[in-house]
């Protein structure tokens, strides 16, 4: 039987690599899809999410499992995809997956549900594309990461109010495009940052 996550916690903060190494194996894949989707291409994801990896590993002797390693770990690759846009002095913004990019799980291709369940995951990710920054990147960290209002407000650095309008006009925006219901261009925010 395959240790869980708080085991390897546990064990990886009594000093045994081959648990951390384990543990980062387990939660690497989604740490980067968090990047990708922050960052917006593959090139500043792969660097955030290296820098979330060395973040974790310095913090993890800290981490008193007052929330689960996985949340734990995906709001490190939050800040480290935030960290790295202010450092390219860019804005936040997400963009569809590079076909370049390989799939996090495995996959089925006979399976005709595989083929709608892809046509499904490809019309999401088109229409997340084409929100506007300041609507994706709070929808993905409420909707994706399951973080707190006033925690994506305060690493957003912008008033509780605006998150939950961004975020509200974020998910009616998607699923307008969703339904086909597209208008030419996607609406902008217009509330003070």
Not at 2 to 23: C, H, I, K, M, N
Not at 155 to 184: D, E, H, W, Y
Request: charged fraction near 30%; aromatic fraction near 4%.
């Amino acid at each position: 039987m395959a240790p869980t996550s708080d085991e390897l916690v546990a064990a990886a903060q009594r000093g045994d690599t081959a648990a951390l190494d384990q543990l980062l194996r387990i939660h690497f894949d989604r740490i980067h899809a968090v990047c990708r989707r922050i960052t917006g291409n593959p090139h500043d994801a792969a660097d955030a999410s290296q820098n979330a990896l060395i973040a974790i590993v310095k913090a993890l002797p800290r981490f008193d499992g007052r929330s689960s390693f996985a949340t734990w770990a995906y709001r490190i690759a939050t800040n480290a995809s935030l960290d790295e846009l202010r450092r390219r002095g860019r804005r936040p913004a997400l963009a569809i997956a590079d076909d370049d990019d390989e799939p996090t799980e495995p996959v089925d291709t006979t399976s005709w549900r595989f083929d709608e369940q892809l046509a499904d995951r490809d019309a999401i990710e088109t229409a997340l594309g084409a929100l506007p920054d300041d609507f994706r990147i709070p929808l993905v960290m409420r909707d994706l990461l399951d973080l707190e209002y006033a925690e994506i407000a305060d690493q957003l650095g912008v008033p509780l109010g605006t998150v939950k309008s961004r975020i509200a006009r974020g998910r009616a925006a998607l699923m307008s495009k969703l339904s086909g219901n597209q208008s030419p261009e996607s609406p902008r925010p217009t509330e003070a940052p």
